[in-house]
């Protein structure tokens, strides 16, 4: 089945404490990325990557870091995190960017205490 | 740079009634247009996508929408209403080698 996988779904930590959410897509797409939710905002882009070991910043880039070792995955870490990163993070993958449409994980509940 | 306006955060309709979620973009060359679907606790939906072929675009669960290059938008519509239709419903736009932006989403709440 395709799909792209998240984890861990939900995370409660506190300030600080570096963690890791993983991505990891099986259609071999070249195209993935991370979004963040908040309420009244949509999706807002964290970052991106248009294939292996090529990574790029998308509209809200500080405080997260990401890398692109492989072609099916696609981790977000948070070096040190903050309470104004607790929100919905969505990892998503296209075939190739532009005219294709995004597959999205389920989602990862992240609160920063 | 593309962007899309969805207009109203929330719209309410009863079961039966027709379904009209609106959606604006900006783009400076031929869009690609998307409509996507968030229930509960789940990621987004593909609903339908516009790539350049016909204006009025089927999608899953009785959903379509019309792109109308003149008013710059692709509202999406369904004639009536189901309960299992109350969800958030999301707008994007992309072109080629452009990533995608989405609007910031409109809550559709159906009443019995």
């Known amino acids: 089945e395709a799909q792209v996988t998240q984890n861990p779904r939900y995370l409660i930590t506190v300030t600080g404490k570096k963690l890791t959410v993983t991505c990891s897509q099986n259609?071999?797409?070249?195209?993935m990325s991370w979004y963040r939710q908040d309420p009244g905002l949509g999706l807002r882009q964290i970052y991106y990557?248009?294939?292996?070991?090529?990574?790029d910043k998308g509209d809200v880039p500080e405080g997260y870091k990401v890398s692109r070792k492989e072609k099916r995955n696609f981790p977000l870490i948070l070096e040190s995190p903050s309470p104004n990163q607790t929100s919905l993070y969505f990892c998503a993958s296209s075939l190739l960017v532009g005219n294709q449409p995004q597959h999205f994980g389920d989602g990862t509940r992240l609160s920063i205490l | 740079a593309q962007s899309v306006t969805q207009l109203g955060s929330h719209v309410s309709v009863s079961e039966g009634a027709l379904v009209l979620l609106r959606c604006n973009y900006s783009?400076?060359?031929?869009?690609?247009l998307f409509w996507y679907v968030q229930y509960p606790n789940q990621g987004l939906q593909l609903l339908l996508k516009y790539t350049s072929a016909a204006t009025l675009v089927k999608g899953i669960n009785g959903f379509e929408a019309e792109f109308k290059k003149s008013e710059t938008s692709f509202h999406l519509t369904k004639p009536s209403a189901h309960m299992s239709d109350a969800a958030e419903y999301f707008c994007?736009?992309?072109?080629?080698?452009?990533?995608?932006?989405f609007g910031a989403g409109t809550r559709l709440t159906v009443k019995p």
């Open positions: 994007a736009v992309s072109d080629p080698g452009n990533d995608m932006r």
């Open positions: 990557s248009m294939n292996v070991e090529v990574t």
């Open positions: 783009s400076s060359v031929p869009p690609y």
């Open positions: 259609m071999n797409h070249e195209y």
